[in-house]
């Protein structure tokens, strides 16, 4: 898997404008109406990550979910991390695609 120039990454956030490229990973923050609902969200996430055999650095706070994307074995984001955060984006948002 290859590391995608910025460039790319910048073309590839425009259809996913929930998520933000920093510090080589892309990031999104989702706000959930509660807890439940929030730890809904990630255990769904969850199986979709152990399918894709990718794993999310992620954090939530009571209602708040926060993700990391990136590609560890090359120091930053593949078409890999997109893969999941269009999986994520329709977990999280399915009326929004």
Known sequence: MNKLSDDD???KLLHLPDWEYYDD???AEFEFENFKD???A??????ECEALNHHPDWSNVYNVLTISLS???VKGV???DFKLAKAIEHIVEPDEE
Do not use: L
């Open 78 to 80: 593949t078409e890999k």
């Open 42 to 47: 990630m255990s769904r996430i969850a199986f």
């Open 71 to 73: 590609t560890h074995d």
């Open 25 to 27: 990973a892309i990031h």
């Open 38 to 40: 929030c730890f809904s």
């Open 9 to 11: 990454i910048e073309k």
